[in-house]
């Protein structure tokens, strides 16, 4: 999804000695829209590092968005193919268990009757915001530069596995956080 423009490696005596070359050419080749979408990523996760309180419909954005994100890859750049679908499938599960445990630890005020959730502060959405955006661009840049590499078992292993662990991450909290809801007692204020 975050494919850049082919850049071909330069070749000749001084094909490793441009490192900052390279790098400029990724980034002017990358698309204005991926930047806007890092803008936002950032956004949601700097204003996540204060305690707010927040409706229950409002944490499904993140996971949903990452959880798109991730079919949108499968589909796109791995075709489905049953390895792909399954490594990003294992990737989920251990995510998901990784972030319900996550939010299990968490002291988080539930509103049950309206909906809300009293969150502390946290610098976890915006550390996992960069890490999904940095390996999602990384990946999209090696298969700009070298499109074959969807066709290597490695590759795409560790892609989707990474993909499916971060984007787990995100659903296992919402779960978390949907099971906080619903053991929070009648009344209680978030």
Known sequence: MFRAERVEPRRGPDAGGNLMTMITEIVVHTPVWVW???AYLLFMGVRSLW???VGFTRLAIMPAVFFVWGLWTLFETFRLT???VGLWVVGLVIGGAIGATLVA???IGADRERGLLHMPGSPVNLVLIILIFVTKYYFGVRIGMAPDLVRDPGFVAFDLGISGILTGIFLGRFYG?????Q??????PA
Request: glycine content about 4%; hydrophobic content about 45%.
């Open 177 to 181: 956080y949907w099971r906080k809801l």
């Open 183 to 188: 053991t929070a007692p009648a009344g209680s």
């Open 82 to 84: 049953p390895l792909a």
């Open 105 to 107: 630890r968490l002291s």
């Open 51 to 53: 305690p707010r309180t």
């Open 36 to 38: 806007l979408i890092l």
